[in-house]
């Protein structure tokens, strides 16, 4: 059984993956309408939906817990960016965010002893640790990039691999 603290700090977990899902959707619907960047849409569009998975495995947990999952309202994403790697940076610091709330779980789960959420969020600890190397390093792949068209060139093409390095 959750506790009323642990259940509110969940669905606030609930909310932050929604939050990125609609982010990233946002993201992709941007990238789609720039010349050339298919890859690139096709990363952010995968990464709403990864998102909005997180959301709803958080969701069946608080529902098979006893608590009573909250689907939240949403406010509007960002929806255009000045330039691909300020899409990237934006993506990056929202992964730093949502790593800072699953760390805030995970610190009020041994709190309250609540060992079996923190054995839950461990899954959520390990996604993280991926999902902030994958942010930095497309980040650090623009950075070098800079202006070249050749290399962006690349990095569109590329980007679907690069999870799996």
């Known amino acids: 059984m959750l506790s ?3 259940q509110e700090a969940l669905n606030k977990q ?4 929604a939050q990125s899902s609609q982010a990233y959707l946002a993201m992709g619907s941007w990238a789609d309408i ?22 709803l495995k958080l969701i069946h947990y ?14 509007q994403p960002v929806l255009t960016f000045p330039s691909l790697k300020k899409a990237f940076e934006e ?4 992964e730093v965010k949502v790593s800072e709330g699953i760390n805030e779980l995970v610190d ?9 959420t923190h054995n839950f969020l461990q899954w959520y600890v390990n996604e993280q640790i991926e999902e902030e190397r994958l942010a930095r390093e497309c980040n650090d792949k623009l950075e070098l990039i800079g202006d070249d068209k050749s290399g962006l060139y690349l990095f569109d093409r590329d980007i679907m691999t690069m999870e799996q390095e």
Do not use: C
Not at 14 to 17: A, D, T
Not at 36 to 54: A, I, N, P, Q, Y
């Open 4 to 6: 009323q603290r642990m």
């Open 14 to 17: 609930v909310l932050m993956e």
């Open 34 to 55: 720039q010349p050339g960047l298919k890859g690139v849409t096709k990363f952010f569009f995968k990464h709403s939906d990864e998102e909005r998975m997180h959301m």
């Open 62 to 75: 608080i529902n098979e817990r006893g608590g009573f999952a909250i689907v939240p309202a949403l406010a």
């Open 91 to 94: 993506l990056f610091a929202h």
């Open 108 to 116: 009020i789960a041994l709190q309250e002893k609540d060992y079996a």
